[in-house]
């Protein structure tokens, strides 16, 4: 690969000025500037990125860490991610933490090694001590996604408020028993259990969690579940993947859906579409909340003095189908 010397040497100038047009300076004679883009383009001469960031230059790196990148929710707001991104001459390096802390802070270290210009995170725990440390030894602009923070730049929608959505929904479709795939600390739930409780002083009596993603573990626990009750059930599962594994016990059960149980993803993926029945899901904003996080955090990198803080809370709708209404 050809380097800057090289480049001088070949065009008969010196590497400052070199460098100097291959930064983009503009105080560079034009036929000078001309000779040396036109020798780069031939060689194909490639930045030394890392190398760049040593002296102190942009390394114009954008830092990605979800949670689930095999959701097709997050691989949607990567792609909205890396479009705006593109805009302004930046580019991605994206992590997985599958929902693991440790996971996540070995991401974060690459990341600082990297040396990236600002970091967009889908934080396991966006309270956790340990994440807020780290975030601060990092010491470059930080967005948060699909959580609020506090004290943290953030675009999310409330989980809480649709989960309060999806148990109006499930309430005015006539179900009275429920069961929520997930976890109690999830928003999702506590929204959802909120807004029953209002309607059903006696909810708790008539709530079932599942939290468990084993597979076996599932079928056995809708296999009790279903042996004992019979009453129409609303279902609420934390994600459409969820739903989904959900949707196909039901109908190896026998369950028909509306009529004997009706089930409410979250997200809206596009697989909600083409199942049959189409799966009720909570829609959120994906593009707009990607590009407020980009474009927000590009501002920070190039204005690194704003130190305001800023929270960004997005609606998020609930799109009922026939996996839940009759």
């Known amino acids: 690969m050809i380097t800057m010397t090289e480049i001088a040497r070949l065009t008969g100038v010196s590497q400052p000025t070199v460098s100097r047009v291959l930064n983009g300076n503009q105080v560079v004679n034009p036929q ?3 000779r040396v883009l036109a020798c780069a383009k031939e060689h194909d001469f490639q930045p030394n990125i890392i190398a760049q960031s040593l002296v102190g230059s942009k390394t114009h790196l954008i830092g990605v860490v979800l949670t689930d990148i095999s959701n097709s929710f997050f691989a949607d707001l990567v792609k909205y991610l890396e479009q705006e991104a593109r805009k302004k001459g930046y580019s991605l390096i994206l992590f997985n933490s599958n ?13 600082q090694r990297y040396q990236v210009d600002g970091l967009i995170v889908v934080p396991v725990d966006a309270d956790d001590k340990d994440f807020r440390d780290l975030i ?16 943290m730049d953030c675009v999310y929608v409330s989980h809480q408020e649709a989960g309060a959505q999806v148990g109006r929904h499930l309430w005015e479709e006539g179900y009275r028993e429920y ?31 599942i939290s468990t993603k084993v597979e076996k573990e599932v079928r056995a626990a809708l296999e009790d579940y279903f042996s004992k009750k019979r009453e129409r059930i609303g279902i609420f599962a934390y994600n459409d993947r969820r739903a989904v594994q959900m949707m196909g016990h039901l109908k190896r059960m026998g369950i028909q859906i509306p009529e004997e149980a ?5 997200d809206n993926t596009y697989m909600c579409e083409f199942l049959y029945p189409r799966l009720s899901s909570v829609s959120q904003p994906n593009e707009e909340m990607a590009t407020r996080a980009m474009q927000r955090l590009l501002y920070k990198i190039d204005y690194s003095k704003d130190r305001e803080v800023q929270d960004y809370p997005l609606q998020a709708q609930l799109v009922i189908r026939e996996s839940s209404s009759i």
């Open 32 to 34: 000078i500037r001309e």
């Open 99 to 111: 929902y693991d802390p440790e996971q996540e802070t070995q991401s974060l270290s690459v990341l």
């Open 136 to 151: 601060d030894r990092l010491d470059i602009p930080v967005m948060v996604m699909t959580r609020q923070a506090l004290g």
């Open 179 to 209: 069961i929520f795939f997930g976890h109690t600390a999830d928003a999702k739930y506590k929204g959802f259990a909120e807004e029953l409780s209002k309607r059903d002083p006696q909810f708790s009596e008539h709530i079932t969690v």
């Open 262 to 266: 009706g089930l409410v993803g979250f």
